[in-house]
Nanobody
């Protein structure tokens, strides 16, 4: 059974950087588009970034564009999210996601979720 495991979350000051990783088990990683979502306390889960199966296409939310970079290494079954210039509003649990087909910004487009990793940005 395919599993997604996130790592790299933690506590960082505003303006700092973090890099999240998502490690996927199984041999189908390169066949699927992947993405990152996040959920802050009391809020709905929201789209952050997505990357096509080949890695050639990416998409970002307005809040992530210009500050975050999504990438993947299909030889290592790994996806990364480099987050720079972090803001207080970036505080959330970040989830790795495997899409059902193609890319999408809705959580309904996701077939498989990781367990999440906490990112806390302090002032």
């Amino acid at each position: 059974q395919v599993q997604l495991v996130e790592s790299g979350g933690g506590l960082v000051q505003a303006g700092g950087s973090l890099r999240l990783s998502c490690a996927a088990s199984g041999r189908t990683f390169s066949s699927y588009a992947m993405g990152w979502f996040r959920q802050a306390p009391g809020k709905e889960r929201e789209f952050v970034a997505a990357i096509s199966s080949s890695g050639l296409r990416t998409a970002y939310s307005n809040s992530a564009r210009g500050r975050f970079t999504i990438s993947r290494d299909n030889t290592k079954n790994t996806m990364l999210l480099q987050m720079n210039s972090l803001k207080l509003d970036d505080t959330a649990v970040y989830f790795c996601a495997r899409y059902k087909i193609g890319l999408g910004t809705s959580y309904e487009a996701v077939a498989l979720w990781g367990q999440g990793t906490q990112v806390t940005v302090s002032s």
